[in-house]
Nanobody
Framework: QVQLVESGGGLVQAGGSLRLSCTAS????????MRWHRQAPGKQRELVAG???????NYADSVKGRFTISRNNAKNTVYLQMNSLKPEDTAVYFC????????????WGQGTQVTVSS
């Protein structure tokens, strides 16, 4: 059974940095897209950043220039470096993987809390 486990969340002051990690365990093959989403209290889950197998990235406008997504394919791990954090970045952050072998599958982590104090 495939599990995604996030780590690196916590409490930080505005202007600070955190680095999130997400690692897949179990038999997972052909991970193509890796993404980070977040959900703040009372709000819908939103896409924060994504990265393809070849390293192509995309970001939500609200985090461009502050967050950087990267991946280590050999370790089935995706990272999110978050700099210049703002109170509005406070949310639960979830990683999500897409795999296309043996069939299209979508996997989610359980989330890690990020709290930015003003």
């Amino acid at each position: 059974q495939v599990q995604l486990v996030e780590s690196g969340g916590g409490l930080v002051q505005a202007g600070g940095s955190l680095r999130l990690s997400c690692t897949a365990s179990g038999r997972i093959f052909n991970i193509n897209v890796m993404r980070w989403h977040r959900q703040a209290p009372g709000k819908q889950r939103e896409l924060v950043a994504g990265i393809s197998t070849g390293g192509r990235t995309n970001y939500a406008d609200s985090v461009k220039g502050r967050f950087t997504i990267s991946r280590n394919n050999a370790k089935n791990t995706v990272y999110l470096q978050m700099n210049s954090l703002k109170p509005e970045d406070t949310a639960v952050y979830f990683c999500q993987y897409n795999s296309d072998y043996p069939s299209l599958s979508i996997y989610w982590g359980q989330g890690t809390q990020v709290t930015v104090s003003s």
